[in-house]
């Protein structure tokens, strides 16, 4: 016969395992994630900010209970970076007192909040029936009554206790709208094949909720709770402001803006020095839970987009 | 159809009462109105705080007390503050404020945020993209806490350069205009304290709106059928906003509803910020105060407000999409 | 070049000239991607005339739609294209967006693979067809006359009703009128040329074949030359008049549609027509399995991309990628491969094969041949009569019906989705019963009532003699056990999360077994289904689409069922892979003793592998029996419409074959139709007498033996050939 017949590859099914081994998922994100630069800024600046938030002692001679009376209302200077106030606390002292509670605040709720929506959603999805009923009458709850309301009605009740009522408080009603996500994303999961096959093999409910659910919404959990952190700061400083949130002698950069906003023409830096800070913290939030999005998302178009920059310059 | 936005309305109405009622209780259990009598100098005696006890009903249950304050609002009455004011008479003015205020921001702030967020998509990672992007970012990480004096001083600025006192942030109006000054002056001075705080609102709702407009118009330009409406011989540009941007158009009705809920709780800091008498401000002063009724009053204003965006939405999505028109 | 240098002939936009209508020469294009540029189409070169239709086949990923987009210049902005094509002479690359709308739609115009997302969803149908109309209408067509016209042109590509339906959305369209829908947009404005892009991929094979006939009268009405895309050989053995074979974005043999599919020249077109069953094969053949996959577009190695997975490669084959010459000069047919001659040579000498009466019976052998296919041997020990053997699974009545709700809030029972009515079939010891029907016809119903092991809304299920009814927690999960189960999508019934290993051994955690047992039986499992054991430790997203099938069937095999339920298993799965895991399950079936229950909708498939085989309709079986009873003297006007309905692989016979195309759309299940369900489309109904007709009406029909472990439910069953 003259054609070379190999009759070994008809039954070699294992056939070829793709070439080359492909780089891991988390290794992929990573790379993704490490070219976004304003992504990757964003990540640096908020470790910065809570390193520098906790080891402000190192930079500064002043403690927080030291009033200097004799230098009240003083411009920033090389000794008082942010200035001083009225009755002469150094304000980056104080700034940096307030962001670590607004930075802790801001992760604690972020984190459990996100935990337990993610708990909560997966199982009003997964059994449906009344819980998914009543989640999701909670979410609309939620929306005709806004967490910021229930929470400063009820702060008379907790004036003078811990700060860490307020995380509670916070995480009270801050879950329900990603858990309505994560709900929804259940949903789709459900339907899908592994879910069943576990279904069929007899595997038990919330086993599979641990094993197969929650692990494949892991990027959207982690996006959803760095915009949870987000959020928290957002409505920590909200409550604060009015007097609502973190209680005395707590500071947080809610409460500095409060006091500084009175001043803010005349003595600027008691209002720029907090709410510059706060906004960086809210903007670096952000772009990293973009930059996380975008990484975690193989639909992301930047690889395209390099590549056309390369064709133009080319 | 009609069948289902009447259900609907009947389910934001039973929300309602719901909210109201939660906001009562937390209210009343949260809340010591005696404790400002009580710090009176010198204490006054037993029997009148018992009497101001009577007069407010707390010797009653919670929801006996909901109860008899919710028949009132039936009827119109609101109930009395904890100064013996009646609400009802200072309700209407202060609903006008607020609304004034948001109605002309989130219409303005829609209209603006829809068409820069088109833009922004039509022209993605090009110039204007990426600075429409750029502030969209800042602004929604700038709270309204911080956004408002920010713009106070942009205005105090421009006074500053114009040498003109012509842009006004604290308050609704002055007081000092003279009766019989005619339309064309009052609505000078009202215009002259509306635009600074419009401004600050409209700059979220723009911020806002503009990032989903965006990313709804984007996700349509991948899709099919403007595939197909450009196989059938219509140009990009004219298959983009004539098929894309109308079907674009239609997440962009349920977020008007989430959007509206977080205007009127940012509409709580813009009414403090610039001095605004309206319910925002109210709901401040009834927590100070320690004042169930006007904090019940408020919830039930922000809940309206939002049945009313909520249901809106849902008929404007019944109105984009003919897949729900049942 | 650039835009300025090519300019737009206004002529062309009325009149047609003489010449090739299209011209395709060395197009290239390619795109930007993660892991470096993806070169989708490579040096093509082709020809439409006038009047012809040519066909593009080619597996997923071959560039066959990417070049055909290129052709609309509808490719995203990212995608660099070079080469040349031409429409009547008009050079199309290089023109402006603004320029090529006015061809596009007017001279060119696409039918798209996916019918449900090709439409706007806001606007009606009537409104985007008379769109068409007016875009190119320059003014002169008024939106009446338009509105007019799109009427008529969605009654010509047989819409019922079609006034009425041309103010009806998209969404109320079902997918079937939907692909119609489109085709009137494209002929609307009487076009040159129709590109057609899998236009009946994503539909049942009776909506199937009621669009390809929907296509052969635009073709008839316009004149036009059709370009038609698909994976299916034998979509296009009927319907085509040349063809063209990609492979690794590059055309590997073209030529008349006849000699392609009896004289393949290149080793991948034989490939692919020894892997597909045939529907009209009375004996079993071999399938032919490819080994391996098509390679990655990115980095493409020297030589000829097919040659790795060749089993005629030598080494030739890998120092220069062969150029497409022809085979015969007379005939303009062309391949690209070295060693055609020698192709020819092993044909002339293939033995003859038994079993198939095809014109392309050569071409088959040698594949066979070729490709070293074998049928698997029957069992050790030769099977005891049917009737001895023990059921497996025993469905009796089964009942399954849904209630529609409406409401948000308050739920209100609206109506009843009859999805299963009445439903009885047994699967016996080492025996394949193959359940088919068209989407919506039930089955996915019955077999997850099956497999779900709770007591269904009426009628008995049994497993392994124990009924579902009286089981508790602990027993389902000890029949469950004995049942196992395989999906039809590979990507999404493997958790991407878990390593292959894991995956297998989650049921096997389930059911206590130890881990040093389970650490043993891992590898044993990927060994029986034809992995590697070292692959245990990768994660799915790493594997072909059939590799993932053979995990979920090692993760099914792994507590040793007696009963494997299939789910369309190799339905999302591209040709030339399909084969292979068809043999493992037949492998697999001869050597541990298994029983399939195998649900699909592809009949020739379904003719392969089982030895008996159920049709149903609306929740009904109509007809049962032995694979060759069914198959070879269908006696339902259904069985008979469904098998007329799929194309056989086969030029000569395609062509010479009478095809019942059914009218209509499936009714809702829902609202099922008294009496016969399947009167409202039945060809044979019409036919009958007054007195005939109420009986259909009026009466259900039984299900009646017609011979030998042959059943059928129609009062006027007779047979007829149809395959």
């Known amino acids: 016969m003259s054609t070379t017949v190999n009759p070994a590859a008809a039954q070699d099914a294992a056939a070829d395992i793709v070439t080359s081994k492909p780089v891991s998922r988390g290794a992929l994100v990573r790379r993704r994630f490490m070219r976004n630069r304003w992504a990757l800024g964003g990540i640096v600046v908020i470790v910065l900010l809570y390193v520098v938030a906790f080891s402000y002692p190192l930079f500064s001679p002043y403690s927080y209970e030291f009033h200097d009376t004799s230098l009240t209302y003083d411009p920033p200077s090389l000794s008082h970076w942010f200035g001083t106030d009225n009755i002469g606390t150094d304000m980056f002292v104080a700034s940096m007192r307030g962001l670590q509670k607004s930075l802790t605040i801001g992760l604690l709720v972020g984190v459990i909040s996100t935990a337990l929506s993610a708990v909560v959603g997966a199982a009003a999805g997964f059994f449906g029936g009344i819980t998914d009923r009543a989640l999701m009458w909670l979410v609309d709850l939620l929306l005709v009554l806004p967490s910021f309301l229930i929470i400063s009605i009820a702060s008379p009740l907790f004036k003078g206790s811990s700060w860490l009522i307020l995380v509670v408080l916070l995480v009270a009603f801050q879950w329900m709208i990603t858990a309505r996500i994560v709900r929804g994303m259940t949903l789709t999961l459900k339907t899908r094949e592994y879910v069943s096959a576990a279904r069929f093999m007899g595997q038990s409910p919330w086993r599979t909720i641990f094993k197969h659910i929650v692990p494949n919404m892991s990027s959207l959990l982690i996006v959803d709770a760095t915009i949870n952190v987000g959020s928290a700061v957002l409505q920590e400083s909200g409550l604060s402001y009015f007097g609502f949130g973190v209680q005395p002698p707590d500071v947080s950069l809610g409460t500095l803006i409060s006091v500084g906003t009175g001043s803010a023409l005349t003595f600027p830096w008691l209002f720029y020095a907090p709410a510059v800070l706060l906004i960086i913290t809210l903007l670096s939030v952000a772009v990293v839970g973009d930059g996380l999005r975008d990484a975690l998302d193989p639909t992301a178009s930047r690889a395209r987009r390099r590549e056309k920059r390369k064709d133009k310059l080319a | 159809m009609f069948g289902f936005l009447v259900r609907r309305l009947i389910n934001y109405i039973v929300l309602c009462v719901v909210a109201t009622f939660l906001s009562f209780t937390l209210s009343s259990i949260s809340f010591d109105p005696l404790s400002l009598l009580r710090q009176h100098n010198p204490p006054p005696p037993a029997a009148t705080i018992e009497a101001k006890r009577v007069e407010l009903h707390l010797d009653q249950p919670i929801p006996v007390r909901f109860l008899t304050w919710g028949e009132g609002v039936l009827h119109g009455d609101f109930g009395e503050t904890t100064k013996d004011h009646a609400i009802t008479e200072e309700l209407w003015r202060r609903v006008g404020v607020s609304l004034r205020l948001f109605l002309l921001g989130i219409t303005i702030g829609i209209a603006l945020g829809v068409l820069i967020g088109v833009a922004s998509a039509v022209r993605q990672y090009k110039l204007f993209d990426y600075i429409s992007t750029f502030f969209s970012y800042v602004i929604l990480a700038t709270p309204v806490l911080v956004l408002g004096p920010l713009v106070k001083q942009v205005a105090q600025a421009i006074n500053n350069a114009t040498g003109s006192e012509w842009l006004q942030f604290t308050g609704e109006y002055s007081g000092t205009l003279d009766a019989d000054a005619g339309w064309l002056a009052a609505f000078d001075e009202r215009l002259r304290f509306l635009i600074v705080p419009t401004v600050t609102i409209v700059l979220g709702q723009i911020a806002y709106y503009s990032r989903y407009q965006r990313s709804a118009m984007l996700d349509v330009l991948g899709s099919d059928f403007l595939r197909t409406a450009q196989a059938k011989g219509l140009t990009r540009r004219r298959a983009f906003f004539k098929h894309g941007l109308r079907t674009a158009l239609i997440p962009m009705a349920t977020l008007f509803a989430f959007g509206f809920g977080l205007l009127v709780v940012g509409g709580v800091f813009t009414e403090t910020i610039f001095n605004w008498q309206g319910m925002g401000a109210w709901l401040v002063q009834g927590i100070n105060d320690q004042d169930t009724n006007v904090t019940a009053t408020v919830t039930l204003f922000v809940a309206v407000c939002v049945l009313l965006s909520g249901w809106l939405s849902d008929v404007l999505y019944a109105l984009l999409d003919p897949r729900i028109r049942v | 070049m650039s835009a300025s240098e090519i300019t737009l002939d206004e002529g062309l936009l009325d009149g047609a000239?003489?010449?090739?209508?299209?011209?395709?020469?060395?197009?290239?294009?390619?795109?930007?991607?993660?892991?470096?540029?993806?070169?989708?189409?490579?040096?093509?070169?082709?020809?439409?005339?006038?009047?012809?239709?040519?066909?593009?086949?080619?597996?997923?990923?071959?560039?066959?739609?990417?070049?055909?987009?290129?052709?609309?210049?509808?490719?995203?902005?990212?995608?660099?294209?070079?080469?040349?094509?031409?429409?009547?002479?008009?050079?199309?690359?290089?023109?402006?967006?603004?320029?090529?709308?006015?061809?596009?739609?007017?001279?060119?115009?696409?039918?798209?693979?996916?019918?449900?997302?090709?439409?706007?969803?806001?606007?009606?149908?009537?409104?985007?067809?008379?769109?068409?109309?007016?875009?190119?209408?320059?003014?002169?067509?008024?939106?009446?006359?338009?509105?007019?016209?799109?009427?008529?042109?969605?009654?010509?590509?047989?819409?019922?009703?079609?006034?009425?339906?041309?103010?009806?959305?998209?969404?109320?369209?079902?997918?079937?009128?939907?692909?119609?829908?489109?085709?009137?947009?494209?002929?609307?404005?009487?076009?040159?040329?129709?590109?057609?892009?899998?236009?009946?991929?994503?539909?049942?094979?009776?909506?199937?074949?009621?669009?390809?006939?929907?296509?052969?009268?635009?073709?008839?009405?316009?004149?036009?030359?059709?370009?038609?895309?698909?994976?299916?050989?034998?979509?296009?053995?009927?319907?085509?008049?040349?063809?063209?074979?990609?492979?690794?974005?590059?055309?590997?043999?073209?030529?008349?549609?006849?000699?392609?599919?009896?004289?393949?020249?290149?080793?991948?077109?034989?490939?692919?027509?020894?892997?597909?069953?045939?529907?009209?094969?009375?004996?079993?053949?071999?399938?032919?399995?490819?080994?391996?996959?098509?390679?990655?577009?990115?980095?493409?190695?020297?030589?000829?991309?097919?040659?790795?997975?060749?089993?005629?490669?030598?080494?030739?084959?890998?120092?220069?990628?062969?150029?497409?010459?022809?085979?015969?000069?007379?005939?303009?047919?062309?391949?690209?491969?070295?060693?055609?001659?020698?192709?020819?040579?092993?044909?002339?000498?293939?033995?003859?094969?038994?079993?198939?009466?095809?014109?392309?019976?050569?071409?088959?052998?040698?594949?066979?041949?070729?490709?070293?296919?074998?049928?698997?041997?029957?069992?050790?020990?030769?099977?005891?009569?049917?009737?001895?053997?023990?059921?497996?699974?025993?469905?009796?009545?089964?009942?399954?019906?849904?209630?529609?709700?409406?409401?948000?809030?308050?739920?209100?029972?609206?109506?009843?989705?009859?999805?299963?009515?009445?439903?009885?079939?047994?699967?016996?010891?080492?025996?394949?019963?193959?359940?088919?029907?068209?989407?919506?016809?039930?089955?996915?119903?019955?077999?997850?009532?099956?497999?779900?092991?709770?007591?269904?809304?009426?009628?008995?299920?049994?497993?392994?003699?124990?009924?579902?009814?009286?089981?508790?927690?602990?027993?389902?999960?000890?029949?469950?056990?004995?049942?196992?189960?395989?999906?039809?999508?590979?990507?999404?019934?493997?958790?991407?999360?878990?390593?292959?290993?894991?995956?297998?051994?989650?049921?096997?955690?389930?059911?206590?077994?130890d881990a040093a047992r389970i650490n043993k039986r891992i590898p044993e499992l990927l060994d029986l289904v034809g992995l590697r054991p070292e692959y245990a430790d990768r994660y799915p997203n790493e594997f072909s689409g059939g590799q993932r099938q053979r995990i979920g069937i090692a993760r099914a095999l792994a507590l040793e069922p007696k009963l494997l339920v299939l789910d369309e298993p190799v339905s999302a799965l591209d040709v030339s892979i399909q084969a292979g895991v068809i043999n493992l399950l037949d492998k697999l079936k001869a050597e541990l003793g298994l029983s399939y229950l195998f649900v699909a909708h592809d009949l020739s498939v379904v003719r392969h592998i089982a030895d008996r085989v159920a049709v149903m309709y609306l929740g009904k079986i109509i007809e049962i029996g032995d694979v060759d009873s069914v198959f070879g003297a269908p006696s339902h006007p259904y069985t008979q419409a469904l098998l007329s309905a799929i194309p056989i692989p086969d030029p000569v016979k395609e062509r010479a074959r009478e095809r019942i195309i059914l009218s209509g759309d499936l009714p809702s299940p829902a609202n099922p139709p008294s009496g016969c369900r399947f009167r409202t489309r039945c060809f044979l109904h019409a036919t009958l007498s007054d007195s005939d007709k109420a009986k259909c009406i009026e009466v259900e029909p039984p299900r009646e033996s017609q011979g030998e472990d042959h059943e059928v439910a129609c009062h006027f069953a007779r047979t007829k050939q149809v395959v």
């Not at chain 3, 008009?90 to 090709?118: C, E, N, T, Y």
């Open chain 3, 17 to 513: 000239g003489d010449g090739p209508v299209l011209e395709v020469a060395d197009l290239d294009v390619s795109f930007p991607s993660e892991s470096g540029r993806v070169h989708a189409v490579r040096g093509l070169t082709y020809q439409v005339a006038r009047g012809e239709v040519l066909g593009i086949v080619g597996e997923s990923g071959s560039g066959k739609s990417v070049s055909s987009l290129a052709v609309m210049g509808l490719l995203p902005e990212q995608a660099r294209i070079t080469g040349s094509i031409r429409f009547q002479g008009q050079q199309l690359l290089g023109l402006s967006d603004v320029q090529l709308s006015k061809i596009r739609g007017r001279r060119i115009s696409m039918v798209f693979q996916d019918p449900l997302s090709a439409l706007t969803p806001v606007y009606t149908v009537g409104d985007q067809i008379a769109e068409a109309l007016l875009i190119h209408g320059r003014g002169k067509v008024s939106k009446h006359a338009a509105a007019n016209r799109s009427v008529e042109l969605l009654d010509l590509v047989g819409i019922p009703n079609a006034a009425a339906r041309a103010k009806a959305f998209p969404h109320e369209f079902s997918g079937g009128m939907r692909q119609r829908a489109v085709i009137a947009m494209a002929i609307a404005n009487d076009p040159d040329l129709i590109i057609a892009d899998e236009p009946t991929t994503a539909l049942d094979v009776t909506v199937q074949a009621q669009v390809l006939e929907v296509l052969k009268t635009a073709k008839e009405v316009t004149g036009a030359g059709i370009v038609i895309i698909t994976h299916d050989l034998g979509v296009v053995a009927g319907f085509a008049d040349r063809l063209m074979v990609m492979y690794a974005g590059k055309a590997v043999e073209t030529g008349h549609v006849n000699e392609v599919y009896q004289q393949p020249r290149m080793p991948y077109t034989l490939g692919l027509l020894g892997s597909l069953p045939r529907v009209d094969a009375a004996e079993k053949l071999p399938l032919v399995p490819i080994k391996g996959q098509p390679p990655s577009l990115t980095d493409l190695p020297p030589g000829c991309p097919f040659a790795p997975r060749c089993p005629m490669a030598v080494d030739d084959c890998l120092t220069e990628e062969p150029a497409l010459s022809e085979v015969d000069s007379t005939s303009g047919h062309r391949a690209a491969c070295i060693r055609s001659a020698e192709l020819a040579a092993t044909e002339a000498a293939a033995d003859e094969i038994e079993g198939v009466d095809a014109s392309n019976a050569a071409a088959i052998e040698t594949a066979v041949e070729v490709f070293g296919a074998e049928l698997v041997a029957e069992p050790k020990a030769a099977l005891r009569p049917r009737t001895e053997r023990p059921t497996v699974l025993g469905v009796e009545s089964l009942v399954k019906h849904f209630s529609v709700t409406k409401g948000v809030v308050l739920k209100r029972k609206v109506g009843t989705v009859h999805a299963v009515d009445g439903v009885s079939f047994e699967v016996r010891e080492q025996e394949t019963l193959g359940l088919v029907g068209e989407s919506g016809c039930g089955k996915t119903t019955t077999l997850m009532e099956i497999l779900g092991l709770t007591r269904p809304t009426g009628g008995n299920i049994s497993v392994l003699g124990k009924d579902v009814s009286t089981l508790d927690a602990k027993g389902r999960k000890a029949i469950r056990r004995d049942m196992q189960v395989v999906f039809q999508d590979p990507l999404a019934s493997l958790d991407p999360r878990m390593p292959v290993g894991d995956v297998i051994a989650e049921p096997m955690q389930v059911h206590g077994f």
